[in-house]
């Protein structure tokens, strides 16, 4: 049992309104990789995360997490799923402190020290007690974004993390994946951005080529 | 991280929400209050038909005041993505549903059991009667409110869903209407309503049991969409 983990996507087709977004994607993601998913708007990034991920079962295929179907063990795969979506899951009315505490609370409990620590490294120490209406875009994504220092799952998939960060907050953002998945982790993302980083387990998928 | 640890997670949260937005708390009471209210001046002061429509009409402010609070029970979670989070955490989305209905029930459904003696009393009800509508409101609001939940979960992600929750909904209420009503006219006209509200504890349990994976299964539908 001491197998490390790994998804494994085969066959995977989905269609939306009689359109082939994707048809037969095969590919494997293993410990210490980081996989970005790239391709032009509209080629189905997005729903290839909600896949993935589960939120979206209008697919044909099969996913496998450590060589059992996802379908099979979900609660499992979702104790070592960590998903960010285009919305960031950010309450407007609650403080970064109190997001952070509910988002992470489904998975583990927190202690405070621990929740500033994180809001600290995304820069927003001073901010744990203003609520999150009243801070800016970029600023509530880094609420959401603070949430991978916390993380103790092991697969990342991230729909548009940099959208709204700042250049220096982009290569933080980096630096920060390639340390998941350099100590185990597993990282699939998509971006428009290039990615500035030199890292021997990154590798690019791209979606939407015309054959 | 045990399940129900995120149960409670989820439940603080919620009531944590509610009380934070303190607008959306208090509508529903002073809806039903009012909606209460515009019956009297509507049909006439005469004690006689208040004394008739009294429990009926406590009984329908209180469905519509629920179904008016039922709307934002996942609308504001499903726009800010918060939706997505519950739904994949490690915990059976059933039991997160459960705890969100829960909180609904604890901030909509039991206020308005406690207001229902001062409207009872407003109507000219016997006090003798009392403890009939607390009962059956106490055991019925929390059916509407799983009810409610498992419309408001298939129309989450429609943006115009409001209308269309209520002419789903509305039509299930029927039932819990009825015998809510009934075991009310029991004991205005002293007779036993016992029989009404252990009728009332059945549909209960079926709700608790069935209505938790309907709304699993309707968000399901709305997010995959």
Redesign the interface.
């Known amino acids: 049992m001491s197998q490390l983990p790994f998804l494994s996507v085969s066959g995977l087709t989905c269609e939306r309104d009689e359109r082939i977004l994707f048809e037969s994607l095969d590919f494997t993601l293993s410990v210490g990789e980081i996989l970005q998913v790239s391709g032009p708007n509209g080629a189905g990034k997005t729903t290839l995360m909600r896949v993935i991920a589960g939120l979206s079962l209008d697919f044909r295929g099969q996913i496998n997490w450590c060589n059992q179907p996802v379908e099979d063990d979900r609660p499992g795969f979702q104790s070592s799923l960590l998903y960010m979506g285009h919305q960031p899951g950010v309450k407007s009315t609650m403080t970064p402190e109190e997001n952070l505490q509910w988002a992470m609370g489904l998975h583990r409990s927190l202690t405070r020290e621990e929740i500033w620590g994180a809001l600290e490294k995304v820069k927003l120490r001073g901010y744990e007690d203003v609520p999150c209406y009243q801070l800016s875009a970029g600023q509530n994504r880094r609420v959401a974004l603070a949430r991978l220092f916390l993380a103790k799952q092991k697969l990342w998939i991230l729909d548009e993390p940099f959208t709204a960060i700042d250049k220096l907050g982009v290569a933080e953002l980096e630096q920060t994946l390639v340390d998941h998945a350099s100590s185990g982790g597993l990282v699939m993302m998509t971006t428009h951005h290039e990615m500035n980083v030199d890292y021997s387990g990154f590798r690019q998928l791209v979606l939407g080529e015309k054959q | ?1 045990s399940v129900s ?2 149960v409670m ?2 439940l ?2 919620d009531l ?2 509610a009380f ?2 303190r607008g959306d708390l208090i509508n529903p009471l002073i809806f039903f209050m009012l909606v209460a209210t515009l019956f009297p001046l509507g049909v006439g002061p005469d004690p006689d038909t208040l004394l008739v429509m009294g429990g009926g009409v406590i009984w329908v402010s209180a469905l519509l005041a629920n179904l008016l609070a039922m709307d934002s029970l996942f609308r ?1 979670d499903f ?4 939706l ?9 989305l059933w039991m997160i549903a459960m705890a969100k209905v829960i909180s609904h029930w604890l901030v909509t459904g039991l206020p308005l059991t406690l207001l229902s003696p001062v409207l009872a009393i407003m109507f000219g009800l016997p006090v003798t009667a009392l403890p009939a509508i607390v009962a059956t409101l106490l055991l019925g609001t929390p059916l509407l409110s799983l009810i409610g939940a498992i419309g408001a979960g298939l129309t989450v992600g429609l943006r115009k869903g409001g209308i269309l929750l209520s002419l789903l909904t509305l039509p299930l209420y029927i039932p819990v209407l009825i015998i809510g009503t009934g075991g009310i006219d029991a004991a205005v006209s002293e007779m036993v309503w016992s029989g009404h509200l252990m009728w009332q504890g059945v549909l209960l349990v079926l709700g608790v049991t069935f209505a938790p994976l309907a709304i699993s299964a309707s968000l ?1 539908v709305s ?3």
């Open positions: 991280m640890q995120g997670v989820v603080r949260r944590h929400l934070r937005n504001s726009e800010d993505g918060s997505e989070q519950l739904m994949l955490g490690p915990q059976p399901r997010i995959s969409g």
